[in-house]
Each structure stands twice: as C-alpha cells, then as structure tokens.
C-alpha cells in the first residue's frame, strides 16, 4: 500500500478536515493508494497578503517535513498558493506534489491558454506572483473573481444558488478574453467543479484531485522533483523549525 | 534626524556587525541621516536552499516588525535575497527597501543587460528567484562565481590578494563574453572588493548595500513608499506569533556554534 500524505493548510477542526478529505472522492484512484489529511500546527488566520505566505510556508513545510521518516511515499500541498512546497522538495526525496504549479502545467496540456478563477479581489495579487514566478504570465489570459470571502473549513457549502452562478460568469468573462482551460484557483472551490464542468464549454480543472492523481502518477514513473532545482540545505535545520510552530500553537492558546 | 534601520540577516558579534557597518562608508549620505544596524535574533547558516529562503523571511520580518513605532523612518536589507522584504512591506508603512529589486532596477538604467558576480554558484537560486518576480530574466546577461565558499560573518577580510583577481577576472567574462553592460555585486558581504572592481572593470559595478541606504534615502526625501495594492495588508496580523516562532528559535539555537561549511 503506497501512503500519501495531505497537508491541510489550515489548524483546523475534524469536521474541516472532513470537508476538505471530500475532496478524494471527485478522482478515481488506484486501489493500492491511501491519503492521509493532516492539518498544520499553526498558521496564519487569512491569506491575502506577503505576511500570511511567510507564515504559510513555515507552517505548511514544518507539518510535510517529516513525511519521509513516517514513511509516506509522497506529500501533497492542499493549497493553489503552493505554500511549503519549495523547502519541502529541498529536504524530502519523495515527491511533492502542489495544486498551482500543477494545474496551470497540466492547463497547457489541454489549451493554450488559461483562466484562474479566484474567490475575491484580495486574492489577485498571489496569482499575478505565482504566475510570474513560474514564467507563466504570457499563458495566463485572464485572472477573475466572483467576490465572495473564503470559508477555509465550510468552503462554499450552502451558499451554492447564490455562489455557483457568480463563478460561472467569472469563468465566462475569462473566456471572453481568451481562456480555453479554467484553473479553479483554489482546492476549497472543488464543491462547484461538478457544476461549471457541466456548464462550461471548456475544461475546468479540480486543483485538488488532479494532485492526487498526478501522486499516482510519479509514484506509478518513480519519478520526484530534481534535487538541481531543490537542493538540500547545507545545514538543516528542523529542530528549529518544529520549536518555532509549538511556540506559534502556544500564542493561539492564549 | 532621519533614521534606517538595516537589518542584518545572520547573529553575530559586535566585531562582525562592524564588517556589514563599514558598508555606510562607501555612500554619502545626508547629514541628518543616521543607520542602524539590527541583526536577527536566529537565522540558516546560509542562504543556499529553499529551507534557509522560507527561514529567512520570516526571521528578517521578526526582525523588521517594530521599525516602525522604533521611531525609524525606512528600512534596508542587507541581503541582496531581498528576504523579508515583501512580508514587511506588507505591514509597514515607511519605505523598506530590498538591495536586489533595487540592484536590478538600477541596473537597467545604466545598461541594456547586467550580469551577476557571485562568491559561489550555491546563490544562483537567490538571484534567479527576484529576477522572475520582478519579470526581469530577460536582462540578465549571466551568472558566474568564483567558486569560494563565502564567510558571511568576517567577509572578505584577509583574503584581498586572493580574492579580487578572481573576482575581476570572472567579470571581464561577464562583460566581453556574456555581454554584460553593468556587474551586479551578489551579495552586500561583497563590498569590500567593489572600490576595486569598479577601478578595474570598463562598467559600473553596483554595490547593493550602499545603492539601497541611498534609495532609501531618496524614498524618505520624495515622500514616496510601496504601493498598498503590490502589498496588501493581512486581515489578521499575527505579530504575537511571529515574535514567538523566532523566539523560540533564538532558544532552540542558543550555545550552539556556527556550523563549519567546509
């Protein structure tokens, strides 16, 4: 039995685990695979700005850091933000998959251009970043939003008649602008891929599952990321690391 | 008086900090301009990995955080990893100012391309990292090292004779064999070898410390800071925490000696 594990990027409850675990069952996986749901130490409250990234990183590499040694077979980020993916690759030889670089690679094997649909305004400018950083901006046709708050632990459960049409339209004015894939720009909107897959003349790609497929897949190639790209620290410093989440749980006592 | 606050982006003795100190004397500076020099309080031993990135971030916004009720006016890195920065500017409103973005820009104006000089090829990933989020891969003619293991807490004090050839001749292949129109020192712990770099080398040679004490004056002078909208602020700004994940890492970190590279 292979095992992956997916961090959960926020501290949150079972029954927000629970919400983002449902996530599984949009893919058919392999039956010799399991995926674990594990929720972060501590973490920032929102996530729109450089501060919340800086925080979300430490605390998404610091709950992936020892998969290896509890032996998964893979990590899985449940975040487009990619957040903890680079300082996992540089410490991990097991491979760690990530919704954002993922689905906008995978979009170009299905169109030549895409759409991100985020969930606010907010939200924009982590995509405009992500889309740079990967050398992506010129596939990039459109980034848009259907401006609504994100729940992290309810997602958009119970509010689909009035949510599931504003991203529709979003989707349609992207593709007005030249979007032939739509990238849903975040795993908590995986409630509404059934509905605009249906709706929509061009794919709609579920960040989450298509993860969990592409973990399949490497471990299926034994394949992981390239150490030339990731390379390992000269001084690892994980003890550091742990110590710094405790004392970050520790504040979100008080 | 206007003050700038530079953070230091390793622990280190008092003798140490003087080597980043000495940086001031390369620029002049407005008299009613004063720089003061903060080291972070726990660091990675180097900055060569994605860990040691995401660890600096947020040591130098640990460190950075209270800039501005400390009464200071602007802040400067001294890295050229441009660390911390986009988190601090997320939550300050005086000018913080990164030597690399700052590098780059500066760069341009005085060439067409510019290339990158570095200590050792382990810092490549640092340079590349700001050039594609500044969508500026394009004007960089090439990355050489000279393939010597840096020391950031004494420099490059004592190894001159040694190393300033190196340097130079590593710059002239940047120049006639890259096409590089301006040399970008890679990293702040380089300056000592820029005075002579900039007599040898027939192009500008930036030095990234410097550069940024005056960028930032210039920030303070024309009333000018980052934009709100490249940098927004967090809904939930989680100070407590941060000042008490690095906290914890100082303790974690206490007694021990800075590990060997070699």
Not at chain 2, 120 to 123: A, E
């Given at each position: 039995m292979k095992k992956a594990l997916v961090i959960v990027p926020f501290a949150l409850d079972d029954a927000g685990v629970a919400n983002r675990k449902a996530q599984t069952k949009a893919v058919k996986l392999g039956p010799d695979i399991e995926f674990d749901f594990r929720p972060v130490t501590a973490g920032p409250?929102?996530?729109?700005?450089a501060h919340d990234w800086a925080l979300m990183e430490m605390a998404i590499w610091e709950a992936g850091m020892t998969a290896q040694d509890e032996g998964y077979d893979a990590v899985v980020i449940d975040t487009m933000s990619d957040s903890g993916m680079a300082p996992l690759r540089s410490m991990l030889d097991i491979p760690v998959v990530s919704p954002g670089r993922a689905s906008m690679l995978f979009a170009l094997m299905l169109g030549n251009r895409f759409g991100i649909l985020a969930q606010w305004d907010k939200a924009l400018t982590r995509y405009k970043k992500a889309t740079a950083e990967y050398g992506l901006a010129d596939q990039c046709a459109a980034v848009d939003h259907f401006d609504e708050p994100p729940d992290?632990?309810?997602?958009?459960g119970g509010k689909e008649d009035k949510v599931f049409p504003k991203m529709k339209a979003a989707c349609e004015r992207m593709m007005d602008k030249g979007a032939e894939v739509i990238c849903l720009g975040s795993t908590t909107m995986h409630q509404a891929a059934q509905f605009l897959a249906k709706e929509l003349p061009i794919p709609v790609i579920n960040p989450g599952p298509l993860t969990y497929k592409l973990v399949e897949t490497m471990l299926g190639l034994d394949l992981s990321h390239s150490k030339a790209a990731f390379p390992a620290p000269l001084v690892p410093k994980p003890e550091m690391v742990h110590a710094m989440l405790q004392a970050a749980k520790a504040t979100e006592k008080k | 008086m206007r003050k700038i606050l530079v953070l230091v982006p390793f622990p280190m003795t008092d003798e140490e900090l003087a080597n980043r100190q000495a940086q001031s004397k390369a620029v002049d500076l407005a008299p009613d301009i004063e720089l003061h020099y903060r080291p972070v309080k726990a660091a990675p031993r180097t900055y060569t990995s994605q860990q040691d990135y995401v660890l600096a971030d947020v040591v130098l916004l640990e460190a950075g955080r209270s800039a501005q009720e400390d009464g200071f006016d602007a802040v400067c890195i001294d890295?050229?990893?441009?660390?911390g920065v986009a988190a601090l500017r997320s939550v300050l409103d005086i000018p913080v100012i990164g030597p690399g973005r700052t590098m780059y820009a500066t760069a341009i104006t005085l060439g067409e391309k510019f290339s990158m000089l570095a200590m050792?090829?382990?810092?490549f990933g640092l340079y590349t990292k700001v050039h594609k989020d500044m969508g500026l891969s394009h004007k960089c003619a090439s990355m050489r090292a000279i393939d010597v293991t840096p020391d950031?807490?004494?420099?490059?004090g004592g190894k001159e004779e040694k190393i300033f050839p190196l340097l130079r001749d590593a710059a002239m292949k940047c120049i006639e064999e890259d096409g590089a129109d301006v040399i970008c020192l890679g990293s702040t712990t380089m300056h000592q070898s820029a005075e002579f770099l900039a007599k040898n080398l027939p192009v500008p040679v930036i030095n990234p410390g410097p550069l940024s004490y005056k960028m930032a004056e210039l920030a303070m002078t024309m009333r000018l800071s980052q934009s709100r909208t490249a940098y927004p602020r967090p809904k939930v700004d989680k100070r407590g925490m941060l000042h008490a994940m690095v906290d914890a890492a100082a303790v974690e970190q206490a007694g021990k000696p800075v590990e060997k590279l070699d």
């Open positions: 409250t929102s996530f729109m700005s992290f632990a309810n997602l958009l | 890295t050229v990893s441009d660390s050792w090829k382990d810092w950031n807490r004494n420099l490059l």
